[in-house]
Protein backbone atom coordinates (compact mmCIF):
# COMPACT_ATOMS: atom_id res chain seq x y z
CA UNK A 1 0.00 0.00 0.00
CA UNK A 2 2.79 2.66 1.62
CA UNK A 3 4.58 1.49 -2.15
CA UNK A 4 1.32 2.10 -4.38
CA UNK A 5 0.87 5.77 -2.31
CA UNK A 6 4.39 6.87 -2.80
CA UNK A 7 4.35 6.32 -6.74
CA UNK A 8 1.02 7.99 -7.49
CA UNK A 9 1.62 11.58 -4.80
CA UNK A 10 1.41 14.72 -6.74
CA UNK A 11 4.26 15.66 -9.08
CA UNK A 12 4.01 19.63 -7.96
CA UNK A 13 4.06 18.70 -3.93
CA UNK A 14 6.89 17.38 -2.20
CA UNK A 15 4.82 16.69 0.97
CA UNK A 16 2.91 13.37 1.85
CA UNK A 17 -0.82 13.39 1.59
CA UNK A 18 -3.25 13.75 5.12
CA UNK A 19 -5.91 12.73 2.50
CA UNK A 20 -5.93 10.96 -0.95
CA UNK A 21 -8.31 9.00 -3.06
CA UNK A 22 -7.36 7.02 -6.68
CA UNK A 23 -9.97 6.69 -9.68
CA UNK A 24 -12.83 6.78 -7.28
CA UNK A 25 -16.29 5.91 -8.99
CA UNK A 26 -19.42 5.95 -7.42
CA UNK A 27 -22.53 5.39 -9.08
CA UNK A 28 -26.88 5.78 -7.98
CA UNK A 29 -28.68 3.52 -10.06
CA UNK A 30 -27.34 4.55 -13.53
CA UNK A 31 -26.07 7.68 -12.49
CA UNK A 32 -22.36 7.79 -12.42
CA UNK A 33 -21.76 10.64 -10.01
CA UNK A 34 -18.09 10.40 -9.64
CA UNK A 35 -16.02 8.72 -13.05
CA UNK A 36 -12.73 7.74 -12.04
CA UNK A 37 -11.29 10.87 -9.66
CA UNK A 38 -8.02 11.11 -7.95
CA UNK A 39 -7.38 13.96 -5.01
CA UNK A 40 -4.49 14.61 -2.78
CA UNK A 41 -5.22 16.59 0.32
CA UNK A 42 -2.40 18.01 1.98
CA UNK A 43 -1.95 18.53 5.53
CA UNK A 44 -2.83 22.18 6.92
CA UNK A 45 -4.16 23.09 3.48
CA UNK A 46 -6.97 24.29 3.08
CA UNK A 47 -9.29 23.32 -0.58
CA UNK A 48 -11.55 24.88 -1.88
CA UNK A 49 -13.59 22.75 -3.98
CA UNK A 50 -16.06 23.95 -7.00
CA UNK A 51 -18.33 23.17 -10.04
CA UNK A 52 -21.61 23.25 -11.06
CA UNK A 53 -24.23 21.66 -9.53
CA UNK A 54 -24.73 18.20 -10.00
CA UNK A 55 -21.13 17.84 -10.70
CA UNK A 56 -20.75 15.09 -7.57
CA UNK A 57 -18.75 17.75 -5.34
CA UNK A 58 -21.05 16.18 -2.60
CA UNK A 59 -20.01 12.89 -3.31
CA UNK A 60 -16.49 13.23 -3.77
CA UNK A 61 -16.55 14.86 0.29
CA UNK A 62 -18.93 11.83 1.37
CA UNK A 63 -16.74 9.43 -0.65
CA UNK A 64 -13.34 10.98 1.08
CA UNK A 65 -15.09 10.65 4.23
CA UNK A 66 -16.15 7.10 4.07
CA UNK A 67 -19.53 7.94 4.09
CA UNK A 68 -20.75 6.96 0.75
CA UNK A 69 -20.41 3.27 -0.65
CA UNK A 70 -17.57 3.01 -3.47
CA UNK A 71 -17.89 1.49 -6.57
CA UNK A 72 -14.17 1.58 -7.57
CA UNK A 73 -11.20 2.88 -5.88
CA UNK A 74 -9.06 3.88 -2.96
CA UNK A 75 -9.19 6.44 -0.04
CA UNK A 76 -6.22 7.07 2.44
CA UNK A 77 -5.65 8.39 5.26
CA UNK A 78 -2.18 9.14 6.92
CA UNK A 79 -1.21 6.29 4.96
CA UNK A 80 -3.82 3.77 5.54
CA UNK A 81 -6.62 2.04 3.20
CA UNK A 82 -10.49 3.59 4.55
CA UNK A 83 -11.34 1.25 2.16
CA UNK A 84 -9.78 -1.84 4.02
CA UNK A 85 -11.89 -0.64 7.20
CA UNK A 86 -14.73 -2.21 8.07
CA UNK A 87 -17.64 0.04 9.05
CA UNK A 88 -17.33 0.57 12.81
CA UNK A 89 -13.45 1.46 12.11
CA UNK A 90 -14.38 3.91 9.40
CA UNK A 91 -17.12 5.26 11.70
CA UNK A 92 -14.64 5.40 14.38
CA UNK A 93 -12.26 7.46 12.15
CA UNK A 94 -14.60 9.63 11.34
CA UNK A 95 -15.41 10.66 15.04
CA UNK A 96 -11.72 10.88 16.17
CA UNK A 97 -10.33 12.48 13.43
CA UNK A 98 -12.81 14.54 10.64
CA UNK A 99 -15.28 17.30 11.37
CA UNK A 100 -18.55 18.40 9.30
CA UNK A 101 -20.28 21.48 8.19
CA UNK A 102 -23.00 21.79 6.21
CA UNK A 103 -25.26 24.18 4.40
CA UNK A 104 -27.36 24.30 7.52
CA UNK A 105 -30.23 22.06 9.70
CA UNK A 106 -27.12 20.60 11.14
CA UNK A 107 -28.12 21.93 14.62
CA UNK A 108 -30.03 20.38 16.91
CA UNK A 109 -32.50 22.15 17.12
CA UNK A 110 -33.93 21.91 20.75
CA UNK A 111 -30.19 22.36 22.39
CA UNK A 112 -28.66 25.37 23.04
CA UNK A 113 -25.60 26.38 21.41
CA UNK A 114 -23.28 25.25 24.08
CA UNK A 115 -25.03 21.93 24.57
CA UNK A 116 -24.88 21.70 20.48
CA UNK A 117 -20.86 22.73 20.92
CA UNK A 118 -20.22 20.12 23.73
CA UNK A 119 -22.08 17.47 22.14
CA UNK A 120 -19.03 15.69 20.31
CA UNK A 121 -16.80 15.45 23.69
CA UNK A 122 -19.67 13.82 25.39
CA UNK A 123 -19.74 11.65 22.64
CA UNK A 124 -16.29 10.98 23.02
CA UNK A 125 -16.36 10.31 26.63
CA UNK A 126 -15.59 13.54 28.25
CA UNK A 127 -17.11 14.34 31.42
CA UNK A 128 -20.09 16.98 31.00
CA UNK A 129 -18.55 19.51 33.42
CA UNK A 130 -15.36 19.72 30.91
CA UNK A 131 -17.11 19.69 27.70
CA UNK A 132 -19.09 22.31 28.73
CA UNK A 133 -16.41 24.48 29.80
CA UNK A 134 -14.33 23.56 26.43
CA UNK A 135 -17.42 24.50 24.40
CA UNK A 136 -17.71 27.69 25.71
CA UNK A 137 -14.23 28.42 24.84
CA UNK A 138 -14.81 27.92 21.31
CA UNK A 139 -18.13 29.74 21.22
CA UNK A 140 -16.20 32.90 22.59
CA UNK A 141 -13.10 32.13 20.12
CA UNK A 142 -16.03 32.41 17.41
CA UNK A 143 -17.33 35.64 18.75
CA UNK A 144 -20.30 33.88 20.68
CA UNK A 145 -20.19 35.08 23.85
CA UNK A 146 -23.18 35.19 25.98
CA UNK A 147 -24.78 33.23 23.11
CA UNK A 148 -23.99 29.79 24.85
CA UNK A 149 -27.91 29.78 25.80
CA UNK A 150 -29.39 30.22 23.05
CA UNK A 151 -31.05 27.87 20.61
CA UNK A 152 -30.25 27.63 17.04
CA UNK A 153 -34.01 29.12 16.06
CA UNK A 154 -32.98 32.39 17.96
CA UNK A 155 -29.69 33.05 16.52
CA UNK A 156 -29.39 34.35 12.71
CA UNK A 157 -27.91 32.32 10.05
CA UNK A 158 -24.06 33.27 10.25
CA UNK A 159 -24.20 32.98 14.11
CA UNK A 160 -26.03 29.18 13.50
CA UNK A 161 -23.42 28.68 11.25
CA UNK A 162 -20.38 29.58 13.64
CA UNK A 163 -22.24 27.69 16.26
CA UNK A 164 -21.89 24.19 13.94
CA UNK A 165 -18.31 25.36 13.20
CA UNK A 166 -17.71 24.89 17.05
CA UNK A 167 -19.01 21.92 17.23
CA UNK A 168 -16.77 20.70 14.35
CA UNK A 169 -13.80 21.49 15.21
CA UNK A 170 -14.19 21.36 19.15
CA UNK A 171 -12.70 17.55 19.33
CA UNK A 172 -9.91 18.78 17.30
CA UNK A 173 -10.46 17.31 13.60
CA UNK A 174 -7.52 16.71 11.48
CA UNK A 175 -10.00 17.53 8.62
CA UNK A 176 -12.96 19.69 8.62
CA UNK A 177 -15.27 18.54 5.82
CA UNK A 178 -17.71 21.37 4.50
CA UNK A 179 -20.24 21.12 2.23
CA UNK A 180 -21.65 24.75 1.32
CA UNK A 181 -21.12 26.07 4.86
CA UNK A 182 -21.78 29.44 3.74
CA UNK A 183 -24.62 28.92 0.86
CA UNK A 184 -27.53 29.69 3.05
CA UNK A 185 -25.85 33.15 4.42
CA UNK A 186 -25.64 36.47 2.65
CA UNK A 187 -22.68 37.60 1.35
CA UNK A 188 -21.12 39.68 4.81
CA UNK A 189 -22.00 36.74 7.13
CA UNK A 190 -20.63 34.35 4.71
CA UNK A 191 -17.46 36.36 4.17
CA UNK A 192 -17.28 36.21 8.19
CA UNK A 193 -17.92 32.59 8.60
CA UNK A 194 -15.07 31.83 6.09
CA UNK A 195 -12.49 34.05 8.00
CA UNK A 196 -13.35 32.76 11.24
CA UNK A 197 -13.21 29.13 9.71
CA UNK A 198 -10.00 29.53 7.83
CA UNK A 199 -8.23 32.07 10.60
CA UNK A 200 -9.49 28.42 12.88
CA UNK A 201 -8.35 26.26 10.47
CA UNK A 202 -5.01 27.67 10.05
CA UNK A 203 -4.29 28.69 13.92
CA UNK A 204 -4.82 24.53 14.75
CA UNK A 205 -2.93 23.50 11.48
CA UNK A 206 -6.57 22.07 10.72
CA UNK A 207 -6.97 21.11 7.17
CA UNK A 208 -10.42 22.09 5.63
CA UNK A 209 -12.21 20.38 2.19
CA UNK A 210 -14.22 22.97 1.55
CA UNK A 211 -16.99 23.09 -1.24
CA UNK A 212 -18.57 26.17 -2.03
CA UNK A 213 -20.41 27.97 -5.45
CA UNK A 214 -18.73 31.09 -4.27
CA UNK A 215 -15.65 32.61 -5.86
CA UNK A 216 -15.06 34.98 -2.86
CA UNK A 217 -15.02 32.31 -0.71
CA UNK A 218 -12.85 30.25 -2.80
CA UNK A 219 -10.75 32.65 -2.16
CA UNK A 220 -9.93 32.28 1.28
CA UNK A 221 -8.74 28.24 0.40
CA UNK A 222 -5.08 27.60 -0.54
CA UNK A 223 -6.32 26.00 -3.59
CA UNK A 224 -8.92 25.25 -5.43
CA UNK A 225 -9.92 21.81 -7.46
CA UNK A 226 -12.85 21.80 -10.24
CA UNK A 227 -15.36 19.21 -10.22
CA UNK A 228 -17.15 19.00 -13.80
CA UNK A 229 -19.61 16.32 -15.03
CA UNK A 230 -17.98 13.21 -12.44
CA UNK A 231 -14.64 14.25 -12.69
CA UNK A 232 -11.73 16.46 -11.58
CA UNK A 233 -9.43 19.58 -12.68
CA UNK A 234 -7.17 20.07 -10.26
CA UNK A 235 -4.31 23.40 -10.05
CA UNK A 236 -4.79 27.08 -10.68
CA UNK A 237 -4.16 26.67 -14.27
CA UNK A 238 -7.21 24.88 -14.83
CA UNK A 239 -9.17 26.79 -12.55
CA UNK A 240 -8.41 29.88 -14.64
CA UNK A 241 -9.43 28.33 -18.06
CA UNK A 242 -12.75 27.05 -16.58
CA UNK A 243 -14.88 29.50 -17.62
CA UNK A 244 -18.12 28.19 -16.74
CA UNK A 245 -17.82 27.97 -13.17
CA UNK A 246 -21.18 29.51 -11.37
CA UNK A 247 -20.71 33.15 -10.42
N1 LIG B 1 -28.51 9.68 -3.03
C1 LIG B 1 -28.56 9.85 -4.36
N2 LIG B 1 -29.37 9.10 -5.13
C2 LIG B 1 -29.41 9.25 -6.47
N3 LIG B 1 -28.66 10.13 -7.14
C3 LIG B 1 -27.83 10.92 -6.44
C4 LIG B 1 -27.74 10.83 -5.02
N4 LIG B 1 -26.81 11.72 -4.59
C5 LIG B 1 -26.37 12.36 -5.70
N5 LIG B 1 -26.97 11.87 -6.81
C6 LIG B 1 -26.71 12.29 -8.20
O1 LIG B 1 -25.29 12.28 -8.38
C7 LIG B 1 -24.87 13.40 -9.11
C8 LIG B 1 -23.89 14.21 -8.28
O2 LIG B 1 -24.56 14.75 -7.16
P1 LIG B 1 -23.85 15.63 -6.04
O3 LIG B 1 -24.81 15.80 -4.93
O4 LIG B 1 -22.54 15.05 -5.72
O5 LIG B 1 -23.64 17.02 -6.84
P2 LIG B 1 -23.09 18.42 -6.34
O6 LIG B 1 -21.95 18.79 -7.21
O7 LIG B 1 -22.85 18.36 -4.87
O8 LIG B 1 -24.30 19.40 -6.65
P3 LIG B 1 -24.84 20.68 -5.87
O9 LIG B 1 -23.88 21.79 -6.18
O10 LIG B 1 -26.18 20.93 -6.46
O11 LIG B 1 -24.90 20.35 -4.40
C9 LIG B 1 -26.13 14.17 -9.49
O12 LIG B 1 -26.51 13.78 -10.78
C10 LIG B 1 -27.13 13.71 -8.46
O13 LIG B 1 -28.42 13.77 -8.98
MG1 LIG C 1 -23.73 19.31 -3.21
Known sequence: MSMEMDMSLGCNSSGVPLLSCRNLRVSFGVTEALRGVDVDIYPGEVLAVMGPSGSGKSTLLHALAGVVKLDTGTVTYNGSDVTALSEAERSA?????????????????DLSAVDNVSLPLLLAGIPRRRALQQAKSWLDRLGLAGFGDKLPGEMSGGQAQRVAIARALVNAPKILFAD???GSLDSLAAE??????????????TTVVIITHDPRTAAHADREIIVRDGLVTSGSVAFSQASDVPQ
Open 93 to 109: LRLSAFGFVFQFGQLLP
Open 180 to 182: EPT
Open 192 to 205: NVMLTLTDLARATG
